[in-house]
Nanobody, 117 residues
Framework: QVQLVASGGGLVQPGGSLRLSCAASESISSILFMGWYRQAPGKQREWVVEILSGGSTNYADSVKGRFTISRDSAKNTVYLQMNSLKPEDTAVYSC???????????WGQGIQVTVSS
């Protein structure tokens, strides 16, 4: 079982930045996919971004160019740097980890991100 602890949300003004962290209970080198989903009030959950064990990344069009996912293998942690935040980025963000294509997905606790003036 992979345990994930997320941190770093909060309230920020439009145009501001936040960094989310997702710390795993095991070596992330053994985890094929790590990433983030988000869910805004009254909306369906939306996939945001992922990073693969080989280092490649994929982004939703809505965040491309503004969000950056990275990882620190020494700390078993994945980071989501969010810049140029917009009110529509307001959501609960949840990180996930999946060891392989067929493995189950593990989730961290949701983190509230609010973008408002």
């Amino acid at each position: 079982q992979v345990q994930l602890v997320a941190s770093g949300g909060g309230l920020v003004q439009p145009g501001g930045s936040l960094r989310l962290s997702c710390a795993a209970s095991e070596s992330i080198s053994s985890i094929l996919f790590m990433g983030w989903y988000r869910q805004a009030p009254g909306k369906q959950r939306e996939w945001v971004v992922e990073i693969l064990s080989g280092g490649s990344t994929n982004y939703a069009d809505s965040v491309k160019g503004r969000f950056t996912i990275s990882r620190d293998s020494a700390k078993n942690t994945v980071y989501l740097q969010m810049n140029s935040l917009k009110p529509e980025d307001t959501a609960v963000y949840s990180c996930y980890a999946q060891r392989s294509v067929t493995a189950r997905r593990y989730w961290g606790q949701g983190i509230q991100v609010t973008v408002s003036s």
